[in-house]
């Protein structure tokens, strides 16, 4: 089986920075992208940010310039550097990697269960 745990939410003013951490293990051969997405109560989850294997970046059109995406493929973890953040930044944060168990396998995405962030003062 695989497992995602994200860390690093909490309670941040306007204008800070907080950085959130992921990571994947279990039964891995290989992870392929990885990804953050935020959700707020009664709206869709939506990609806040993504990173290839090989390091190809994608961002949200709101937090791009804000926030930075980075991964150690050795260790199957991916961080987000989040700051000058906003209260709209409020959300829970999932993690979503897509994992091959084994060489022949297709990759499947696999979520965290969320972090909570709070963009208060």
């Known amino acids: 089986q695989v497992q995602i745990v994200e860390s690093g939410g909490g309670l941040v003013q306007p204008g800070g920075s907080l950085r959130l951490s992921c990571k994947a293990s279990?039964?891995?051969?290989?992870?392929?992208?990885m990804g953050w997405y935020r959700q707020v109560p009664g709206k869709e989850r939506k990609l806040v940010a993504s990173i290839t294997r090989g390091g190809k970046e994608r961002y949200s059109d709101i937090v791009k310039d804000r926030f930075s995406i980075s991964r150690h493929n050795a260790e199957n973890t991916v961080d987000l550097q989040m700051n000058a953040m906003k209260p709209e930044d409020t959300a829970v944060y999932y993690c979503?990697?897509?994992?091959?168990?084994?060489?022949?396998?297709?990759?499947?995405?696999?979520w965290g269960q969320g972090t909570p962030v709070t963009v208060s003062s």
């Open positions: 979503k990697a897509a994992v091959l168990m084994f060489w022949h396998s297709n990759p499947e995405d696999y």
């Open positions: 279990g039964t891995i051969f290989n992870v392929g992208s």
